[in-house]
């Protein structure tokens, strides 16, 4: 009959607000509210040496912090399983070839190339984590801003890099392939978009798919002590598909209107 | 599942003020283990089994097999409504559901909310005039149901109906769910006609919308504006 407790159909999301630049000494972040799951995600880039086996590429680092604050269980070492989890998502998440251009990231082949190191701070939790978190990582990569080198080689065949003096001179990243993590929880015989706590309660088995703005899935996870029948797990699938594609279209507009505002926009941060 | 309904009731950021009980109070809580009752005050209350209403509304002394009788009827996770007795010198408070407008509820939605925006009124239990009835706890616990057909037989929630509730009856508890989230949010207080005029004020949107920051101010504001019209 889709309606859920609070008036929402099974697949619509509750009221987000997203903001970028909300930390001041990073290259990028932003700052997700969906209802009362509050996630704040820093991107710093740093130089350091390209992996062995991707030796013209940079690369991604993810790290999850479950603040104390977010919900009691979290108090001392509680929120590191979920923190560990929750990156290792990431990872897959991103582990695909096309989601992020890593060659751009390259400085010197072999050499040099940019880390981007994504902080992601959990600050409240009010069910639906993954997507928040991904809409979050999403925003803030669009946000980031890496500074333009230049690779200068002297007589003697050793290289300087030379940053860019002027600090609006620098490369964004595609961030049009970067997937977002849609969560459908299963609920008796239905299943759910951005399940609120209480929801996430009553669902003993949940898909987590990310999916590009083209509607591609990159990849998939079951959680949940319960069981997915073959054919709901199709079912789910198609949904997220659906789901994401629009939840991509919602982002990209939210993040455009952003960014046309330019620097005359009213920061609302941690003060409003 | 029951031990994640636990936490869920202990992880709200809202209710960070407690509840106080005070004799005659009249709270909706969560059972916990015999016969603890959460009720969000520092300490868990009690439920005892004499000052429990046996099936009819009997009264005599509670013998071992009433005992075993009980543990099926109310366990852990459901939820009762309850009248407090007394407070005991460490505040904890002692809970009875001697009359039967107490006992365990059945189907509908739980809403939590600050203590202190709980209106004190004669009564607590409201049948509201859009279709559908709410229980106001003192502790800040919000029950709200279908209301239930046959008025003159109170069965003291000794038979738990699990008929599917219809669509039109869910419509009306998940909008007045979604009016008391956001009077709660404007720090309005709650009480049977606040409500009803803020559900009236909603009328005109959906009710998933109701939780939009915009709209919450603009029906909240409607219902002030009603109440002001009210008393002058």
């Given at each position: 009959e889709d309606l859920r407790v609070d008036g929402r159909g099974c697949e619509d999301y509750r009221c987000a607000e997203v903001e970028t630049?909300?930390?001041?000494?990073?290259s990028g972040s932003a700052r997700v509210k969906l209802g009362h799951t509050d996630i704040l995600v820093g991107v710093k880039a740093e130089m350091g040496t390209p992996k062995l086996e991707k030796p013209d590429e940079g690369y991604l680092e993810f790290f999850v912090d479950c603040s104390a604050?977010?919900?009691?269980?979290?108090?001392?070492?509680?929120g590191e399983e979920l923190g560990t989890e929750i990156a290792n998502t990431l990872y897959r998440v991103f582990?695909?070839?096309?989601?992020?251009?890593?060659?751009?990231?390259?400085?010197?082949?072999?050499?040099h190339c940019w880390v981007l190191y994504v902080d992601v701070l959990?600050?409240?939790?009010?069910?639906?984590?993954f997507d928040a978190i991904s809409i979050a990582v999403k925003a803030a990569l669009f946000n980031t801003r890496i500074p333009k080198v230049r690779v200068l080689e002297d007589e003697e065949g050793s290289k300087e890099i030379e940053l860019s003096d002027?600090?609006?001179?620098c490369i964004r990243l595609?961030?049009?392939?970067?997937p977002c993590i849609v969560t459908l929880s299963k609920i008796g015989y239905r299943h759910v978009v951005d399940a609120t706590l209480q929801e996430e309660a009553c669902s003993l088995a949940s898909l987590l798919i990310s999916v590009t703005?083209?509607?591609?899935?990159t990849s998939m996870k079951k959680v949940g002590k319960g069981s997915l029948d073959p054919e709901s797990i199709f079912e789910m699938m198609e949904t997220g598909k659906r789901v994401g594609k629009s939840l991509h279209i919602a982002l990209q507009k939210i993040l455009d209107e952003e960014e046309s505002l330019g620097t005359s926009r009213q920061k609302v941060g941690f003060l409003g | 599942l029951v031990g994640r309904m636990r936490r869920l009731t202990g992880?709200?950021?809202?209710?960070?003020p407690r509840y106080n009980g005070e004799v005659g109070d009249i709270v909706v809580g969560r059972i916990t283990e015999r016969w603890k009752v959460e009720t969000n005050s520092r300490l868990d209350s009690v439920l005892l089994l004499s000052s429990m209403n046996l099936p009819g509304g009997e009264l005599r002394r509670r013998s071992a097999e009433d005992e075993l009788a009980m543990r099926d009827y109310l366990q852990e996770g459901d939820l009762i409504s309850a009248e407090v007795q007394s407070v005991f010198s460490d505040g904890a408070v002692s809970l009875h559901t001697?009359?039967?407008?107490?006992?365990k509820l059945g189907q509908g939605v739980l809403v939590q909310v600050s203590p202190s925006l709980v209106k004190r009124q004669k009564t607590h239990f409201h049948d509201l005039p859009c279709g559908a009835s709410v229980i106001l706890g003192n502790n800040g616990f919000i029950w709200i149901y279908p209301t239930p057909e046959?008025?003159?037989?109170?069965?003291g929630g000794f038979t738990t109906s699990l008929e599917p509730v219809p669509l039109s009856d869910r419509e009306v508890i998940s909008r007045l769910r979604n009016c008391i989230v956001a009077l709660v949010t404007q720090t309005f207080m709650l009480f049977d006609t606040s409500i009803l005029y803020c559900y009236e004020a909603s009328l005109p949107h959906q009710i998933k919308d109701i939780l939009k920051p915009e709209v919450m101010e603009e029906i909240v504001l409607e219902t002030r504006r009603r109440l002001l019209d009210l008393e002058g």
């Open positions: 630049d909300v930390v001041s000494n990073t604050n977010a919900t009691p269980e979290f108090e001392g070492r509680g582990s695909s070839e096309s989601s992020v251009d890593l060659k751009s990231l390259c400085i010197n082949p072999r050499e959990l600050l409240e939790c009010g069910g639906n984590l002027d600090p609006y001179d595609n961030v049009v392939d970067v703005s083209k509607g591609a899935l | 992880c709200s950021l809202r209710l960070a001697r009359s039967l407008k107490y006992g046959q008025k003159d037989e109170e069965a």
